[in-house]
């Protein structure tokens, strides 16, 4: 903001940090959006534990790539500018979550759900770690990760007996 700025000074510096936030959004939203499609290309016959390990790759994709790193900036303007932080929430984050939704959907569809799930409590499940390891811990992000919380993220939400993905090895 321009200190002083009044009248149509305020309100161009107003409508110029309008038009960087939208832009900002939307750049995000659309290079998510091209990750996430990957996941929604999967054969739903694979079963609820691989469409989970895809999706937990994608996000790995985006969270390992300048993405991850642009977000982890992002994180401390959310809190300071509204505006930015609900251009966000609207065009990345509640997106990705109906996306996540439609999938758990499907899942229960085919009897692999827990009844009674709280798809928001999922979400955060399953998003909750990757941001944790971006923005507090500095923990790897790396395929290990995403592999094992796919696997706990499964046997939280599947119910009893849904065939579980295959051993894990080491090696080859």
Same mark, same amino acid.
């Given at each position: 903001?321009?200190?002083?700025?009044?009248?149509?000074?305020?309100?161009?510096?107003?409508?110029?940090?309008?038009?960087?936030?939208?832009?900002?959004?939307?750049?995000?939203?659309?290079?998510?959006?091209?990750?996430?499609?990957?996941?929604?290309?999967?054969?739903?016959?694979?079963?609820?534990?691989?469409?989970?390990?895809?999706?937990?790759? =994608?996000?790995?994709?985006?969270?390992?790539?300048?993405?991850?790193?642009?977000? *982890?900036? !992002?994180? #401390? +303007? &959310?809190?300071?500018?509204?505006?930015?932080?609900?251009?966000?929430?609207?065009?990345? =984050?509640?997106?990705?979550?109906?996306?996540?939704?439609?999938?758990?959907?499907? *899942?229960? !569809?085919? #009897? +692999? &759900?827990?009844?009674?799930?709280?798809?928001?409590?999922?979400?955060?499940?399953?998003?909750?770690?990757?941001?944790?390891?971006?923005?507090?811990?500095?923990?790897?992000?790396?395929?290990?990760?995403?592999?094992?919380?796919?696997?706990?993220?499964?046997?939280?939400?599947?119910?009893?007996?849904?065939?579980?993905?295959?051993?894990?090895?080491?090696?080859?």
């Amino acid at each position: 903001m321009v200190i002083g700025a009044s009248g149509p000074a305020r309100t161009m510096v107003s409508l110029r940090a309008s038009c960087e936030t939208t832009a900002i959004a939307g750049g995000l939203a659309r290079s998510v959006r091209s990750l996430v499609l990957v996941t929604f290309s999967i054969s739903p016959a694979i079963g609820l534990a691989w469409t989970l390990k895809a999706l937990v790759v =994608v996000v790995l994709a985006g969270m390992g790539s300048i993405l991850g790193a642009f977000m *982890a900036g !992002l994180v #401390g +303007e &959310l809190a300071r500018n509204p505006q930015l932080a609900d251009a966000f929430r609207s065009t990345l =984050v509640q997106p990705r979550r109906r996306e996540l939704y439609e999938l758990l959907d499907r *899942a229960a !569809l085919r #009897g +692999e &759900l827990r009844p009674g799930l709280d798809y928001d409590v999922v979400a955060d499940l399953l998003y909750g770690p990757f941001y944790s390891r971006l923005l507090f811990t500095g923990q790897a992000i790396d395929l290990g990760m995403a592999d094992q919380l796919a696997d706990l993220v499964v046997r939280a939400i599947a119910v009893q007996g849904s065939p579980a993905p295959g051993p894990r090895r080491s090696s080859p």
